[in-house]
């Protein structure tokens, strides 16, 4: 039986990078933590697994992150999907990157490319499912906020990532 999941297309992986980058106030993100971001948005019942910092908001975003529905469906643990993800997350950065939507440093870090702010990418990332979720925004901002290496590290308090090993 196929049974369809957002994790796993790519067109829709390159919806929500888009999506993500019309929310961020920054033009540039590394690479790591636009993954993060990305996760989070195709699994924001998991947002309530993060310990994350304190910051104007967070008792919201907590109270509406519990009413979100969980999913049926058995997953693997955070870090075994996290890692599934990232093939599907680099695919739709090359598609993005070869239409010069997003541009990509030797660094890692993604920015946005001349055609970003085109008619046809505006008129999908304007209003859609992902940006008309008001938590998003907040939760993106937080997350963009939060040092990403070390103990108080995003990649720590998702527990997505190995962190103990980063040159602080």
């Known amino acids: 039986m196929l049974i369809y ?10 919806f929500r990078l ?4 019309n929310m961020i106030n ?3 993100i590394e690479f790591a933590r636009l993954k993060i971001i990305d996760f989070y948005i195709v699994f924001p ?6 310990s994350l910092p304190r910051a104007k908001g967070i008792s919201k975003i907590k109270k509406e992150v ?31 990157k070869a239409k010069k939507i997003l541009e990509v440093t030797e660094e890692g870090v993604i920015s946005k490319g001349k055609y970003f702010s085109s008619e046809a990418v505006q008129s999908l990332v304007i209003e859609n499912n992902i940006t008309s979720k008001w938590f998003y925004k907040d939760f993106i ?6 040092p990403f290496y070390g103990e108080n590290g995003l990649k720590k308090r998702t527990g997505l990532m190995e962190y103990r090993y980063d040159a602080v």
Do not use: W
């Open 26 to 28: 920054t033009n540039d």
């Open 66 to 96: 519990q009413t979100l529905p969980v999913p049926y469906e058995k997953l693997p643990s955070s870090r075994m999907l996290f890692s599934e993800m990232g093939d599907i997350q680099l695919q739709a950065i090359d598609i993005l």
């Open 5 to 14: 999941h957002q994790r796993n297309d790519v067109y829709h992986c390159t």
């Open 45 to 50: 019942h998991l947002i309530s697994t993060i």
């Open 18 to 21: 888009l999506s993500i980058f």
């Open 141 to 146: 901002k937080i997350l963009i906020e939060c």
